[in-house]
């Protein structure tokens, strides 16, 4: 946190007030919540994720496992935080070496995700990290593949929930929510 910013007014950072919203992105009808304008303000991003960090720590994982490619820029400063390893949950062919993969339906088509197979040890407690949920498809597939791959899923933590959507629904596990946006 810089001078200007004291550890009591962490409580009251609002978040909100550091995400920019872009309508008709990526296309018309889509309202788009950037979080490039949190990442950049230095004590935006420290309030963030000290406030992830306290509740993932909770669930005391062994590893974070990031969603390409926003969920990286969460899980692994966070995981280096926290003392944890992190892991890549990525697109085909974007891995080296043997991989696990998960294919699943999406509202607008299909999609795949890839883990390398020796990145978890068989019962590993794993959190998921992404950057927002919306209809919730790539984080419940996410959790699939990291079972698939060995891992004990204890949580899901993302900085956006678009709510009315029904993500939260397709999710077995607990999920911790930092700001909250009607979908």
Known sequence: MTASTTPGDQAEFDLKRHIREVPDFPKPGILFYDISTLLRNADAWQVATGRIARVVAGW?????????????????PLAQRLGLGFVMLRKPGKLPGETIS???GLEYGQDTLHIQADAIRPGQ??????????????LAASVALLRKAGAEVVGCSVMIELEGLGGRERLDVPLHTLMHYPA
């Open 60 to 76: 005391q994982p062994d590893l974070l496992a990031g969603i390409e490619s926003r969920g990286f820029l969460t899980a692994a």
């Open 102 to 104: 998960l294919s699943y």
């Open 125 to 138: 407690r794993v959190v998921v990290l992404d950057d927002l949920l919306a209809t919730g498809g790539t």
